[in-house]
């Protein structure tokens, strides 16, 4: 199973639903409720929680915290205030990949989260395994969902990645950026550009220099000289 | 400066005060807005930005996403949906290492951010240097808020980090850009280069996406202008 999220006496419906929009979008979909402070059924986290309203409806109930994890195997604590207890902590990002590891091999792993207000108690902590503190700037003030979506995102991260991310067009052979070349350099002579022909050489450098900068594929270098063809052959 | 955070046209002043409080996180304070549907300021986005009442205060708004770039170097754009465009599509963690590097450099970038609905304008992607998708899970709808915390975790991610920054030249502010544009398009109009006007905005857009590409230094782009404007001036 990917991980499980434990929320621990979470207070406001709408938090709860806006996890489990987080939790939706980086395809997890089990969520563990320890002891919601109003109550459960929350029509408040329904409509909050848009789209994920499964994640909602199959939502465990637990009265306490050692109930909800009997079966995990390894727990990762998010707590966002240093603490004393003698716990490695880690970054988000290191957690991630030891989940996906521990989820390669069939351990139930679960990230818990506590209250909005207090977080989550030490005799809490003792039970946990590590602690996740997601890095921020001085002031932070990460709510639930917030701190839901990095631990989704680094989580997803690790899964194979579906996102298609392309690298730009494939850029063309040099023959054709040599055409480009050549065509411009006519057309520069032709119209007295290069003011002196000593400093020619120099000058015609740094705009090939500049031009390879593009890596234009041959389609796009077509264009150009199309382009330059025409401002030169159609002048008004 | 850290980067910048550029809001286009965003709908609900809850949504903006939720990227400021976001922002605050992370340790970014410049946030610019481009039309904001709801006129500003907006009490909405100063009751939702608690604790980041300084960052609502302190934004600039402007009529228009060029407006809001002029100063800007390298601009990212945060997408959910997949684009046509040949532009490069990278992770939120490659983008935050680039941006270091660039920042580490005093080079100006934004991450911009589009209407909560509709996303980026085609139109505006075109001005954009690369493309940011966030990996998610099939059923993917993370907010502006989620998203900026995202961007915002893994730019804080690099710092105390920082890169030695290669050897190309700063890329010139868009305005730069802008204006190599405007001289281009006359020229391509006055010497009929778009052969019918329902093709141009197509062909038009993939030119500058494809001088974009080169992240010319201000230098250059006056060096490529002045080629330009002798071969219009000085054709034989």
């Given amino acids: 199973m990917p991980p499980a999220i434990i929320l621990i006496r979470p207070q406001m419906g709408e938090n709860i639903g806006a996890v489990a929009r987080a939790m939706k979008n980086f395809s997890l979909s089990e969520l563990r409720i320890v002891a919601p402070r109003d ?10 929680a848009t789209g994920a309203e499964d994640i909602i409806d199959g939502a465990k109930i637990y009265s306490s915290f050692a109930e909800a994890v009997k079966d995990i195997k390894i727990i990762y604590a998010t707590t966002a205030r240093g603490r004393d207890i003698n716990k490695p902590v880690i970054p988000p990002q290191q957690a991630a990949q030891e989940i996906q590891e521990y989820y390669s091999n069939g351990v139930e792993c679960a990230f818990i989260f506590g209250p909005e207000r207090t977080g989550i108690e030490n005799e809490e902590i003792t039970i946990c395994d590590k602690i996740i503190t997601i890095p921020t700037g001085e002031k932070a003030s990460l709510n639930l969902a917030q701190s839901m979506v990095i631990i989704g995102y680094e989580w997803i991260k690790n899964q194979n990645n579906k996102v298609a991310y392309s690298d730009i067009a494939v850029p063309a052979p040099k023959e054709d950026m040599f055409g480009l070349f050549t065509q ?19 000058m015609w450098q740094n705009i090939r220099n500049m031009l390879l900068r593009g890596s234009w594929s041959s389609q796009e270098i077509r264009t150009l000289r199309g382009m330059l063809r025409n401002l030169w052959e159609h002048r008004d």
């Fill in 184 to 202: 411009l350099e006519d057309y520069l002579d032709k119209s007295r550009y290069f003011s002196t022909a000593h400093k020619k050489p120099l």
């Fill in 39 to 48: 109550g459960w059924p929350n029509p408040k986290a329904v409509t909050m």
